[in-house]
């Protein structure tokens, strides 16, 4: 199958794009997360498609993208005030519902739960695009499963070449990591599933009379995951990753010693910083290995260059690769989030 890469987008690229969706195969097309491999969220077999393309465990739930909140009918069964409330603050935007499911949604899409994920994007070809299709599409983020999630038509591309028909270039994602997923189904509570760019504290402020609470990770390995990214390694390099976490002159500290002993070794690692400690570190490791994330602090400059980070080197001599983290407050946790699963959990907290 040859890929083919609309760019700019056009209105009869955004028509052939629904005409495709409509015929059960697969579009990637930008929303202002990461990129998302779309189809049709009404239809098993299309989505079949999706896990085959990624690769992706098949118990791991898809999200329903719409257009605009009038959809909602089309994909929930009902919906709860909390996850109306939720929608009305921050959509279109990057936050995603787990409502009960509509019964014409395939068991496929949701890994077999009575609920399902629902957002409307904020990124104007996604929605646009949804609209011509006239479906809700499901989408989970158009890598290959394990992978860096792609924030440019060019990674969709590197993962995708060859096994989807056509990838919409919407240029780079402004937020750069996915959307926060909030369980929405519980009576007097809701529950962050995955951290993204509406954060803990801005979910609180919306409900300041009813428990906010965080839920990352699985009880049981048996379980099924509520939602995507809670139970696979995700984001990983092509090289082992180890986080060093704590402040920044431990950090800078702690990474020194450990370029200098992994050097010794004979090793090649790279670095993935803020400019301030790769400033403080120049001399010990060749700027070819090195990626700037923006200054030390800066959420949004790390998170929006996180998944191209990861990327960077894979290509390289390098032989592993060395990340500072960041505080995991704010949009920090969903940074530290990524990490965690990128490194397998290997974090040195310093």
């Known amino acids: 199958m040859e890929t083919e890469v609309c760019s700019p987008v056009l209105e009869k690229d955004i028509a052939r794009a629904a005409a495709l969706i409509r015929d ?81 949604v395939p068991p496929l899409v949701t890994g077999g739960l009575s609920t399902v994920g629902v957002r409307c994007p904020a990124h104007d070809i996604a929605r646009r695009f949804i609209r011509a299709a006239g479906v809700p599409i499901a989408a989970p983020s158009a890598n290959t499963s394990g992978r860096p999630s792609p924030t440019a038509a060019a990674m969709v591309y590197a993962d995708m070449a060859g096994r989807i028909p056509l990838i919409l270039d919407g240029g780079s994602c402004s937020f750069g990591v996915e959307s926060t997923i909030v369980d929405c189904t519980e009576e007097g509570r809701v529950t962050i599933l995955r951290p993204g760019a509406v954060t803990y504290e801005m979910i609180a402020a919306e409900f300041p009379h009813i428990e906010v609470r965080m839920d990352t990770a699985l009880s049981s390995e048996n379980a099924a995951p509520r939602a995507p990214g809670m139970k696979y390694t995700h984001y990983a390099p092509r090289v082992p990753l180890t986080v060093f976490a704590g402040t920044g002159s431990d950090v800078t500290g702690a990474l020194r010693e450990e370029i200098l002993r992994r050097t010794a070794a004979g090793e090649r690692p790279a670095l993935i910083a803020s400019n301030e400690t ?15 994330c923006g200054a030390r602090g800066n959420h949004s400059a790390f998170a929006s260059c996180l998944y191209d980070a990861l990327r960077h080197f894979d290509d390289t001599a390098a032989t592993s690769l060395l990340a500072e983290g960041t505080g995991a407050v704010g949009l920090g946790l969903a940074i530290m989030n990524r990490l965690r699963k990128a490194s397998g959990g290997d974090i040195v907290y310093v």
Request: hydrophobic content about 45%; glycine content about 8%.
């Open 24 to 104: 059960g195969q697969l579009v990637a097309f930008p929303t202002e997360t990461v990129y998302g491999l779309g189809a049709n969220g009404l239809d098993a077999a299309a989505c079949a498609r999706i896990y085959e393309a990624k690769g992706r465990p098949s118990d791991n739930p898809l999200i329903l993208h719409i257009a605009d909140l009038s959809m909602l009918n089309e994909t929930a069964e009902a919906v709860p005030s909390t996850a109306a409330h939720l929608l009305t603050a921050f959509a279109p935007g990057p936050i995603t519902v787990v409502v009960p499911k509509a019964v014409h």
């Open 278 to 292: 790769i400033t403080a570190l120049k001399g010990l490791i060749p700027a070819v290995y090195t990626y700037h």
